[in-house]
C-alpha cells in the first residue's frame, strides 16, 4: 500500500450537518477501496484566486491515506459522481514527511524580501 493525499473541494455554505455527510462519503469510498484513512483535516473555507464554474469561494478538505496504487485509478473515477464534490486532486504523499513538523522561514529568507 501507498500512501496519497486527496483534496477535495467542497461548496461553501453547506450546513454542517451535511458537511460532515460528505466527508464520511469521501472516506467511505477510500475504505470501499480497501484503504485506510489515515488524517482527515478540514482547512476550511478559502476564496478562489479567479471565479470557478460559477463560484468563488469552497470548503477545503484534505484526507491522507493508504490504499493500494491499482486502486487509485477507481477512485479518480467514482469521485465525480459525489453531488457535493466541486474538485478534487490526489497526490502520492512522500511518507518521509507526514509526520514532519513544518519549519519556519529563517531569519535570512525575511532579509532578502
Partial sequence: MKTYSGLFILP???????FQEAVNRLSAEVTRAGGEVLKTETTGRKTFARRLGKRDSGCYV????????????????????????????????????????PTPPSSEARETR
Fill in 12 to 18: 461553501d455554505g453547506m450546513p454542517e450537518a451535511e
Fill in 62 to 101: 484534505r484526507l491522507l491515506f493508504r490504499v493500494e496504487p491499482d486502486k487509485v485509478a477507481a477512485l479518480t473515477q467514482r469521485y465525480p459522481l459525489h453531488e457535493n464534490l466541486f474538485r478534487f486532486q490526489i497526490v502520492h504523499a512522500d511518507e518521509r514527511f507526514l509526520d514532519a513538523e
